[in-house]
């Protein structure tokens, strides 16, 4: 059974055995109400999860449903707007009379509903929302699956000590919103004492928010897909890649100023790339799996089927590359 069958299976358990649900023991399906992003910043997930609520949905019915009964999704559109998800909730609550809900994918969006349970005592299963508000405002219809930011950041907690962050002088981010890295620093177990003892300068580059990019993204659903960017990047922000080609061309700059090991690779050795792939084809018998375009310092390889086999064929021709260009 699949994770969104035994999700969906939850909904109509709860749906039929809920205090509030006398007046539709008549119905001849489970109403399901569905409170997702289809449009707007957050559609790429909000419509995965729609798609696996389907693919749940159909694999019960095809069983004969929950305890005789099919199950009947009312999917609505909350347009990644907070008001929206509010006004969509109290739709499918007065007018489509779904007893349960699940939904609303963003944290912003399931805690503009909440007030609309209470209101209506109709409860809801958030799927995806991390926000800690939602468990600990006290609405006892409110039930989650996913776990609320405080239990993400106490698993981290143990990672941290292994990263050594706090020994770096400087650390340079490109995330438009503080997260664990960034602010390490505060991060739960590290005292005031720590604090004091961490050097580290950490520097914030303007990067750009999702809607401010356009190119291929790929989300936790392993869909590969193309958005077009909603607007421009507001004042200094830049895309990544514009800040990482700035960042190449000045570093290749100065290789070209003073020099360095395998400088020829950064200046841009139109040889050296031929000459890996010469070597690595001698060796392997084959084309790595990925390869940037004529210099070493663009050359990648990524999990060749060979294993330690591959990695070693690689490093063989790398290693002659880089005595070449000692």
């Known amino acids: 059974m699949t994770k969104h069958t035994k999700l969906l299976r939850t909904f109509a358990a709860t749906a039929l055995l809920s205090a509030g649900l006398v007046g539709y023991a008549g119905a001849q399906t489970i109403k399901i109400g569905v409170n997702e992003p289809l449009t707007g910043p957050f559609a790429a997930s909000g419509t995965y999860v729609v798609n696996g609520a389907k693919i749940a949905a159909d694999e019960i019915n095809a069983k004969g449903g929950v305890l005789g009964k099919k199950i ?153 897909q193309w958005k077009w960017a909603a607007l421009p990047t507001p004042g200094d922000a830049k895309l990544d890649q514009e800040i990482l080609a700035r960042i190449f061309l000045k570093v290749r700059e100065l290789y070209q100023k003073e020099g360095g090991k395998f400088a020829d690779a950064v200046k841009g050795n139109p040889n050296a790339g031929q000459f890996f792939l010469t070597n690595f084809v001698a060796a392997q018998g084959a084309l790595p799996i990925m390869v940037g375009n004529d210099t070493i310092g663009a050359i990648g390889i990524s999990g060749a089927p060979g294993g330690d086999k591959d990695e070693a064929c690689a490093k063989a021709g790398i290693d002659k590359v880089a005595a070449q260009l000692r």
Not at 152 to 171: G, Q, Y
Not at 185 to 197: F, L, N
């Open 72 to 224: 009947e999704l009312i999917i609505e559109d909350n347009k990644s707007n907070p008001t929206e998800a509010a006004a969509v909730a109290e739709k499918l609550i007065t007018a489509d009379k779904v007893p349960v809900m699940m939904g609303a994918w963003g944290s912003s969006l399931t805690l503009a509903v909440m007030p609309k349970l209470m209101e209506y005592k109709v409860p809801m299963v958030v799927e995806t929302s991390s926000s800690g508000k939602i468990t600990t405002s006290g609405n006892p219809y409110i039930f989650r699956i996913s776990p609320p930011s405080s239990v993400e950041a106490a698993a981290f907690r143990t990672i941290l000590p292994k990263m050594s962050v706090k020994k770096a002088d400087f650390l340079v981010v490109c995330d438009i919103y503080p997260e664990e890295t960034s602010d390490f620093w505060a991060s739960p177990g590290i005292s005031k004492e720590d604090m004091k003892s961490i050097k580290t300068e950490v520097y914030r580059l303007p990067g750009a928010g999702f809607a401010e990019k356009d190119g291929t993204f790929v989300n936790s659903a392993r869909w590969l």
